[in-house]
């Protein structure tokens, strides 16, 4: 009976609606950006034109998508995955290089990106791993195949050199605490992070070794002396001594040299701005010039006279916060958080495991995109190339998330005919 | 299991919006130092330089106008790639002068006097010839611009030290610029008159924003131009010189160090001023103006030593009317008195015994006019002779600064100089507290020992007679502009504390002397009556200075001249020579005499 109800009545609409307002106002933007005089929205020549071509596909594929059979997402998560992974691999040896990727697909004169295709091919395969029956977080085989999961998109989108998609794979550690692993893994990373950071930012190494060992003397003497306690503070202090040795190491050796350039901008601003810390200066220099209301649509001088390097993709919250100025960026946000904290709604009430994990792995992507993104461009986090969901222009990229969001819908709007299998 | 990690994550997402509402709300709402820097972002502005004003003679013949000239400007962060052989080819620089350009960009880059954004001078002033060349090829290198500016040329190379000449601003220049009007690289007058009318003559910069994208595309006016303003040009000056008089001058000069001044008595107005040696202005322009000024200030003969206003000498015999002058007002001569010449306190010339007031400016009289200036101190207001030389002298310095001696006369020019009229201080201090009366300083009598004039005020003081008793200060520029009139300091009328009846006495006698005296030889001429007065003044161990002041005609004086050549002998010779010459090119407008210009050309005046 349910079966014969049409989709439009069991679609989540607030969704939609804010998926709707978000792709329009990027849009809008994108003309901002490469708006000259007397040039025109749908022009197809301009960045513009072509970003309502990908909308327009857009809506094709989410009409696919909620044709298909709901099950098929669940069945087929491996055979996609696969699918795509092995589009990635063929990337990287027939690749076709833009702006330091080797990332892009081209077929014909189009050019498609496959690794923004495999963060919802992974988030399948998650779900679907996570609500196998006889799953258990805590065990140490599941865990291990789960970072397998991740690891192998990650590892084949770092042979394209995408540093920046690679890295959004680390949001499903935030989907795997939600399904019970434990914390003790994002704590051990933050911790490291920051090591890494101190490191870099104090000029001599043994001023940290000298805290770690007063840290390590007073927890010694403090606390309750027991030989099992004591030995865990021990390797605890050890190993932090070993992360600090080993960040130039890994800083010299391991990261790019751009890559290397970035992190030490953003911990000094004015390191070089008009080479590696271009981006983030021109950027900052484009929101903070907006002030509280912003120079109005279409007024903006910084991103219009391309100050700003890549502003319709990556850059394209600079434009907001010029010409929208701080009002701007709190809708902006708004409407973000209002379309995480909706996603993870929907992921509650979801009744089947696949589609809550799915749910979430959803909400995690575009949050890890969200962060990185916003936060590069206001000088918070080194420059990662990777877009805003929905905002930023190109084809390969709104597809992505227009695919990651709407399966979640789809599987949403059928989440009553599911039987509870946990 | 997995209870309130749900809210923990949405507490995660919450966290990281209000950091981000909170960095944003810094970097856009408190600190607002990025609206700035996207202003220098994305505007240009460009200086539109006014035209600096023109300088005029008094027959309205240009005698400084304005070149153009090109500057090469870079904008740093536009030059991706230089080719640097072809630069130096093109630009027709050594490699090792790109790389000084260069250093000397980074260096004001570092310490913030320049922007890598903004457009800034690279190569200053190419040359006409060089920029024909250049604007074909400026398009192949990325980020340099050219300025176009003027420089000063001259129709001339006459006037050099009186018009002074243009140059960029110095550090000091511009660390003294209170009124904030000027910027690193502008140019200013540097001396004469382009430094004493430099307000009037720069005119008023002018600013054009434009907006312009990353590569420094022009994208259009930057809100329709209104914040633009056009340049002003600089104001004209119409000179009161007479260039043709002038060059004569100069002609006659040739090879001499001295200096000639020529004044219309009735206005102030300076018809010509010379200062030997001299220099060509146009040197001092355009890129070779460094090497250039090396080069002439390390002159020997001091080109840039402007002599009429800068030489202090010792006036001579020239001083002896004003001697006259002041012992007639004083009452302690009348111009019947006559005065045996005894030459044995102090020597004298000529054929003469016993004169009255006239012979003895005629013969120029020593005796006389030490006699003069003894009745003049001596009054016998004190019994005490040293007292009573104190008196006699501060009232006789009085007189004598009433003609202008002894302090400035305030030209229209910079660095005048004042001379020295000898008071009862300056005794005092030359003679380190002791005692001293007239015996010791009756060497100012006839124009030697202390007193210092500078030619100016010879040429000022010969005007005074001419006008028989007021001066109008001696001045270069009649009109600022289309004003008609010169600076209010120029238009108001000096008498001296002479009354003016005495004057005909000083006329009378300097008629006497070049139509029957000293100057009979060289300065008389055939319809116009000179009426001046020679002075050779003592210049061990080198040669006399030769001195004259004549002013012409007698009745209603047109011209009044000062002339001073440097160890040229007799006042009658070279000095009496340029003077009537002068005054005839000036009157007549050619020289009847062949025989006197050759006499002056030729330079010998020693024999």
Redesign the interface.
């Given at each position: 009976m349910m079966r014969e109800e049409k989709i439009s009545n069991r679609m989540d609409w607030i969704t939609v609606l804010l998926y709707g307002i978000i792709v329009f106002w990027g849009w809008l933007n994108i003309f901002s950006v490469t708006y000259e005089e007397n040039q025109f929205i749908l022009d197809p020549s301009i960045n513009s034109g072509r970003q309502l071509i990908f909308i327009g596909s857009s809506i094709a594929i989410i009409m696919f998508i909620l044709i298909i059979d709901m099950r098929f997402y669940e069945t087929f998560a491996w055979v996609i995955y696969g699918a795509v992974l092995f589009l990635c691999l063929i990337v990287v040896f027939t690749g076709h290089e833009v702006g330091g990727n080797q990332a892009w697909l081209r077929i014909g004169s189009f050019g498609f990106q496959p690794s923004e295709f495999a963060k919802f091919a992974t988030a399948l395969v998650v779900a679907k791993y996570i609500s196998t029956v006889g799953f258990r977080m805590d065990q140490f085989r599941n865990q291990v195949a789960l970072f397998a999961i991740i690891l192998a998109p990650m590892l084949i989108i770092l042979l394209q050199k995408d540093t920046g998609t690679a890295l959004v794979f680390s949001a499903f550690v935030?989907v795997f605490?939600?399904?019970?692993m434990s914390p003790f893994l994002i704590l051990v990373g933050i911790g490291i992070t920051i090591i890494f950071i101190l490191t870099l930012l104090v000029e001599n190494e043994y001023i940290l070794f000298a805290i770690i060992g007063c840290v390590w003397l007073t927890l010694l003497l403090l606390g309750k002396k027991k030989r099992r306690r004591i030995t865990i503070i021990t390797v605890a202090a050890l190993m932090l001594m070993g992360t600090i040795k080993s960040v130039d190491f890994v800083f010299n050796n391991v990261l790019q040299e751009h890559q290397q350039k970035r992190i030490r901008v953003l911990l000094n601003p004015d390191l070089d701005q008009?080479g590696a810390g271009y981006h983030v200066y021109?950027s900052?220099?484009?929101?903070?010039?907006?002030?509280?209301y912003g120079k109005g649509f279409l007024k903006g001088?910084?991103t219009?006279?391309?100050?700003v390097p890549e502003q319709s993709t990556d850059f394209i919250f600079c434009t907001i916060?010029?010409e929208h100025?701080?009002i701007g960026?709190?809708l902006v946000?708004?409407l973000?958080?209002a379309l995480?904290?909706r996603i993870?709604y929907l992921a509650?009430r979801q009744k089947s495991r696949f589609a809550r994990v799915y749910g979430?792995s959803v909400?995690?992507i575009l949050?890890f995109h969200?962060?990185i993104n916003?936060?590069m461009t206001?000088?918070?986090f080194p420059v990662i190339g990777i877009p805003l969901p929905f905002f930023s222009y190109g084809g390969s990229s709104l597809w992505g998330f227009t695919i990651l969001l709407f399966i979640l819908l789809k599987l949403d709007a059928h989440r009553l005919q599911v039987l509870d299998r946990v | 299991?997995?209870q309130g990690?749900?809210e923990i994550?949405?507490v995660?997402?919450?966290v990281?919006?209000v950091?981000?509402?909170l960095?944003?709300?810094i970097?856009?709402?408190i600190?607002?130092?990025?609206?700035d820097?996207?202003?220098t972002?994305?505007?240009r502005k460009d200086v539109l330089y006014p035209v600096r004003g023109l300088i005029l003679d008094r027959n309205g013949k240009l005698m400084v106008y304005n070149n153009p000239e090109y500057d090469l400007l870079i904008i740093l962060?536009e030059v991706d790639y230089l080719d640097t052989a072809r630069f130096c080819h093109v630009f027709d620089i050594t490699p090792e002068q790109l790389r000084a350009s260069f250093e000397s960009l980074y260096t004001d880059i570092r310490n913030r006097r320049a922007s890598?954004l903004q457009p800034t001078p690279f190569i200053k002033q190419l040359s006409n010839r060089d920029f024909a060349k250049i604007q074909d090829h400026i398009d192949e290198f990325e980020g340099f611009y050219i300025q176009a500016r003027t420089t000063r040329a001259y129709s001339s190379p006459a006037m050099a030290n009186a018009i002074g000449y243009v140059s960029e601003i110095t550090k000091n220049q511009l660390n003294n610029d209170s009124t904030n009007f000027y910027r690193q690289g502008d140019y200013i007058g540097q001396s004469g008159l382009e430094a004493f009318y430099e307000t009037y003559l720069r005119g008023t910069r002018g600013v054009r924003y434009q907006?312009?994208?990353?590569?420094g595309i022009i994208?259009g006016p930057y809100k329709d131009g209104r914040y633009d303003t056009l340049s002003v040009p600089g104001q004209d000056l119409y000179s009161t010189i007479d260039i043709n008089l002038q060059e004569y001058g100069e002609y006659l000069m040739k090879g001499k160090s001295g200096s000639i001044i020529a004044i219309e008595p009735a206005t102030g107005e300076i018809l010509s001023m010379v200062s030997g040696p001299s220099y060509d202005p146009a040197m001092l322009t355009g890129r070779n103006y460094s090497s250039n000024f090396q080069l002439i200030s390390n002159d020997t003969n001091k080109p840039l030593f402007n002599r009429p206003l800068m030489a202090q000498y010792r006036p001579g015999s020239i001083f002896k009317i004003a001697q006259s002058m002041v012992a007639l007002q004083e009452g302690v001569l009348t111009p019947e008195t006559r005065i045996r010449c005894n030459r044995a306190i102090i020597d004298c010339h000529g054929d003469h015994t016993n004169e009255d007031l006239r012979g003895a400016i005629t013969h120029s009289c020593n005796p006389y006019f030490r006699e003069a200036l003894r009745r003049m101190l001596n009054q016998g207001a004190s019994n005490d002779p040293y007292e009573d030389t104190r008196i006699g002298l501060t009232k006789w310095a009085k007189h004598i600064e009433s003609f202008g001696f002894g302090d400035p006369l305030g030209i229209d020019l910079p660095n005048e100089k004042g001379g020295l009229v000898p008071s009862p201080a300056y005794y005092d201090r030359a003679y380190g507290g002791r005692p001293w009366k007239f015996s010791n300083i009756y060497s100012i009598s006839i124009g030697e020992g202390e007193n210092l004039v500078v030619p100016l005020q010879m040429a000022n003081f010969v005007s005074i007679i001419a006008n028989r008793g007021y001066y109008y200060t001696p001045h270069l520029v009649s009109s600022i502009g289309k004003s008609g009139i010169p600076l209010s300091q120029y238009q108001e009328k000096h008498y001296t504390s002479i009354d003016p009846e005495h004057f005909q006495v000083a006329v009378d006698a300097m008629e006497r002397v070049v139509a029957a005296g000293t100057g009979q030889f060289r300065a008389k001429l055939k319809d116009i009556i000179v009426c001046g007065k020679t002075g050779t003044v003592q210049n061990d161990p080198l040669p006399d200075h030769s001195v004259f002041i004549a002013f012409a005609p007698k009745e209603n004086p047109k011209i009044a001249v000062s002339v001073y050549v440097e160890d040229a002998g007799q006042g009658a010779r070279a000095a009496a020579s340029i003077a009537s010459l002068m005054i005839e090119k000036y009157l007549i407008g050619e020289t009847q005499r062949p025989i006197i210009e050759d006499y002056v050309l030729r330079g010998q005046f020693l024999y």
């Open positions: 935030l605490y939600r399904e019970g008009l021109q900052k220099v484009a929101i903070g010039s907006g002030g509280k001088t910084q219009k006279l391309k100050f916060g010029e100025g701080w960026s709190f946000i708004s973000f958080m995480l904290f993870v509650e979430y909400a995690c949050f969200f962060t916003i936060g206001i000088g918070l | 299991m997995n990690r749900k994550i949405q995660v997402f919450v990281v919006a950091i981000f509402l960095k944003l709300f970097i856009q709402v600190d607002r130092s990025y609206a820097l996207a202003d972002n994305a505007i962060k890598e907006l312009r994208n990353k590569d994208k």
